[in-house]
Every structure is written in C-alpha cells, then in structure tokens.
C-alpha cells in the first residue's frame, strides 16, 4: 500500500481538507503516514496569508528534496505536491522555483489529485483554475472508521471564499468568491460525522457567518437556522462557528445565541482595528462602534459569551493614536483570547501599494504592547474561571496517567483528573486551577449547576 504525508499550514479551512485530501486518496490506496520519509507521496497544503507562512513552504522544500534524493538512491519513488492558497497565489511560479515539485493544486481543485498524480508520471502539473464543478461534489466522503479515528470534535466546512476585498487580504483571491454549500449536503456530512461518534461540530468558512445555503425548502438559510437543523442531530451536543465578520451578524443568529443550548457561548469575530480611519482604510465596511453595538447586542443574547478577535498592528499609515485606539477598544470588550499580527503587504493586495509602510520596529513595538494587554487578559479570563462548574468535552487522555483533556464551552483547554470517564462525554466538572495554557478540574458535586 503507498503512502501518503500530507502537512498542513495556516487555518482550519486547510486542516479540513487536508482530511478531505486523504480521503480521496484513501479511495485510490494511499494510507496516511505521519512520518514524511516513508511516504510515496509528500502534500503541502500552504497558507499565503502573511509573508512568513508562505515562505516557510519553500524551506519545507528543500527537506523534501533531500528525502526525494534520499529515497531516489534505495531505488524509492517520492511524488511532491504543493497544495493550498500559496499554491493559488504562484501556480507555475513554484515549479519555477521548486525543481522537488510534481503538481501544484489550488483549494478547489484538490477532488481532481488522483488524476494529476497520474499526469505528473508524464511530466510536472499545475492545475489552479477555478473549476466549473463543485468539488464537494467530486469528494468521497470519509469512511466511518477514518473518521471514528479522527476524534469525537470535527471542523465542516460550510462555506468557502469571501467577497468583502479588505484591503490587506489574499483570502478573495486564493479562495475565490463566497461560495455556501447546499444545507442538505452540509446535513447529510454532519449525521455522518455524529454517526462515527461526533459530539463537537465547528462549521467553517472564510466568512462563515456569510453563510447563505439553499435550504431543502427551494428557500436561502442563513447560518442561524442551519444552526437550528444541526442541534437537532442525536449526539451533536456542541456547535461552533468561525470565522467571521461583523457585518454578518444578523439578529437571527444572535438570537440562536440564545436559543440554541448547543451553540457554544464563544464567538471569534475580528474586528482587525479600533480606529475608524483605519478600518475604512481596511475596507472593512464596519466603524468601531458599529462593533462595540454588535458585541452588546450578542452579549444581551448570551450573557456568559466570551469572544476572541485578529487584529493587525501596523496597517500602513497607522499612527500612535490609531494604534491606541485600537488598545482602547480591546480594554472596553475584553477579549477571552485572541490572534494578533504585524501587517504583512501582500502581492496583489492594495494595501501593499499604500505608500506609507510602517517600519518593523515600529511594528514591533505595538505588538509588543498588544501582547502584553491581550495576555492579561486572557490570564485574568482563564484566572476568573477558577471556583465554577462547567461542561467538558473529553476529546482525549490527557498528559499524565489518570486525566484526561478536553474543552470547556468558552474553548479553553482542560486536564481533568478521572479514571471512569471517556472520549466523547460531556462531564460536569469544577475548575480548581489556572494554568497557563491550561485549567485544571475535578468532578464537580452531584447537584452542582453549570455556567453553562
Ligand atoms: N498581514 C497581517 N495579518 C493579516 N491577516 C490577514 N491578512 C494579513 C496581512 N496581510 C490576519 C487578519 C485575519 C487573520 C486570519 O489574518 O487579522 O483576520
Ligand atoms: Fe480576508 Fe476580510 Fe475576507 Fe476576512 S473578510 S477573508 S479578512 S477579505
């Protein structure tokens, strides 16, 4: 049997179908292996969104290419493949610059890898146009034994691409125009995924929020009622959704918030910057308090909501009191957690062609401030836990002997010390400790209400 290595960079998009890929090539007789010097068959599947992730998929390379020699000389054939959005950005440009490189696929093309292996045996591939089918249509679905293998919490994607064009973004041209999957087929992968153990769906897509998917009535569903068909699903017991944008947050899924248990009580939304100069220039169609309001309005739904955001620092032309707008903005929300970034041009992007470019040190600087105000508060969240019951999900054993590790409903990891339970349950349990990364738990007394 061949083996494949497929490693993935960037978000939760390419995690998913990294899976989706292996899946396919499971129908053709590849077993996956996560050791790359015994695979026939290498798979990047990259990331472009800042200049570090893609570069990092050529010094990748260069490993490969020893391995390929390496197992060339015991008589051992490696086929290479780039896939993901660095793969959309330069296309032939990687073989270019890649000799190790057999095919270069684009995100929505990676249904068609059996066929391009085949071709590359008769010369290297690129295949990056947008297709006319819809690769969902083209993708087995995973067997149950893969996917009972993969654990009881699953990403599905929902939607894919992104038509909003802020200004410093790859996304709305690596991945294409919004594009929302039919709900019965989004339904008919989540029974599947529940069937093989599933509690824990987390619906994914650039805009996920965006979501607006032809509905088994002939009629368009938005996110908040497809959440409403999932929670319905035996064994489901959590939903989750990311990523997403403000101006998508309409009232019907705020108020699933409130209405749907199962729809967890956190919610990644980036809001990028706090000035309102900044984020026109961003194109993010959206001003800070317009976000302030969103965030009020989610929290008069859900209460106990924690929230987390990206933000960039550094955009070009931010000066010091935009930056501190922005730090002004995070110390009124409060974030749980959250993803921070220094301003990356990207080609092709109009923000790169701003002529007026932060320095590095600079940028460095902010950042610096940034992390030092969003890790106090993501301690003081973690830190303000302590004392109450909550809701776990076991989703695996943990890092000594007699724990196990899961989730709490506002995402933060857990040990929790047990020798009874299993992968899979939901256990109510009482926080006693405060790690860094982590919170420590212990079974909560019979009778002991949870937060959530
Ligand atoms: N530079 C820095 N960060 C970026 N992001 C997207 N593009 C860039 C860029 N050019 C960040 C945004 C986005 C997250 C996925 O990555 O914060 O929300
Ligand atoms: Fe990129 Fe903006 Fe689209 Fe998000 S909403 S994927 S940041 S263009």
Known sequence: MKKVFVKSYGCQMNVYDAERMADVLAVKGYSETKAMEEADLVILNTCHIREKAAEKVYSELGRVRELKEERGEAGRDTKVVVAGCVAQAEGREILRRASVVDVVVGPQNYHRLPDLLDQADRG?????????????????LASRARTISRGVTSFLTIQEGCDKFCTFCVVPYTRGAEVSRPV???????????????????????????????????????????????????????????????????QELIAAHRDIPAVMPFLHLPVQSGSDRILAAMNRKHTSDEYRRVIESIRRARPDIALSSDFIVGFPGETDSEFEDTLRLIADVGFATSFYFKYSPRPGTPAAEIAAQIPESVKAERFARMQNLLETQRQAFNHGTVGRTMDVLLEKPGRHLGQMAGKSPYLQPVQFETDTHRVGEIVRVRIVRAGSNSLFAEQAAPGDRAAA
């Open 184 to 250: 019965a087929r989004i339904v008919d992968e989540a029974l599947r995924l529940a069937d093989a153990g599933v509690r824990e769906l987390t619906l994914i897509g650039q805009n996920v929020n965006a979501y607006h998917g032809e509905g088994p009535d002939g009629a368009t569903w938005t996110l908040g009622r497809l959440l409403h068909r999932l929670a319905e699903i035996p064994g489901i017991a959590r939903l989750r959704y990311s990523t997403s944008h403000p101006r998508d947050m309409d």
């Open 124 to 140: 290297r591939v690129v295949d990056t146009e947008f297709p006319v089918e819809d690769k969902f249509d083209h993708l087995p």
